[in-house]
């Protein structure tokens, strides 16, 4: 039995010196902190424009179109490309044109000037009496003369009792010329039996009366100037 005590004590002693020796082997170096730190995650950005921001002192020139550009959005760690939209037109305002020629108000449109007062126009150029006008009733009472006759009148006598210049000037309706007529010839009856008690230069006036007519237009005139009054009548009423 002792020849093999011998070898198995030195299988192990063996054992325990491989043992020995592979735990006093070259320990592994431990990790320094430098090592051991997470190392930095360096993204990659795209630049991007900076918008071009107008102040208050600065001014945009009008286009006629603009494009809207919608910025990129970035999906799911994707980023979609950027969407154009369709340019949006702009219409000019257009201003309709001023008119050429200025439309004139009722109150700048010419009015015509009748015959019977071109007549009173042009006699009263003269030095007369003052006057006052008649109005229907008064040319009824003093003049026995119906105003629906007459198409237009004026009718002018002195506002002195003193003086017998008078005159009488008027468009008469279709058919009415001798009744009018006949009652300015009354009319100058009265006053020569009135002016025939006093002031004889005036019932001269009033002897030397004219009345006169040109188609629908009649005349009566008591005054100094009678016959230049006739020549006025004539040329105003052709």
């Given amino acids: 039995m002792k020849q093999f005590r011998y070898p198995a004590l030195a299988l192990a002693g063996a054992l325990t010196l491989s043992l020995t020796l592979a735990a006093c082997g070259p320990k592994k170096p431990e990790p320094t902190p430098e090592d051991t730190a997470t190392p930095d995650i360096i993204e990659s950005v795209s630049p991007t424009e900076t918008p071009e921001v ?22 799911d760690g994707a980023v979609k490309p950027l969407e154009t939209q369709t340019p949006v037109q702009t219409q000019p305002i257009q201003t309709p044109p001023p008119s050429e020629a200025p439309v004139e108000s009722p109150s700048e449109a010419p009015t015509e000037t009748s015959k019977v007062q071109a007549v009173w126009t042009a006699i009263s150029q003269r030095e007369l009496p003052s006057f006052q006008d008649l109005d229907d009733d008064l040319l009824s009472d003093f003049y026995g003369v119906d105003p629906a006759d007459l198409v237009e009148y004026i009718c002018k006598i002195p506002f002195m009792n003193t ?35 006093y002031l004889p230069a005036q019932l001269e006036l009033v002897e030397n009366y004219k009345l006169v007519t040109s188609g629908d237009y009649i005349l009566f005139a008591v005054t100094e100037y009678a016959d230049d009054v006739v020549n006025d009548f004539n040329n105003n009423v052709k």
Avoid: C, H, N, Y
């Fill in 54 to 75: 107008i102040g208050p002192d600065q001014s945009a020139e009008p286009t006629e179109s603009m494009t809207v550009v919608t910025p990129p959005v970035e999906t």
């Fill in 163 to 197: 003086q017998a210049t008078e005159f009488f000037i008027a468009q008469v309706q279709p058919g009415q010329m001798d009744t009018v007529k006949a009652a300015l010839e009354a009319r100058q009856a009265a006053l020569q039996s009135q002016w025939s008690q």
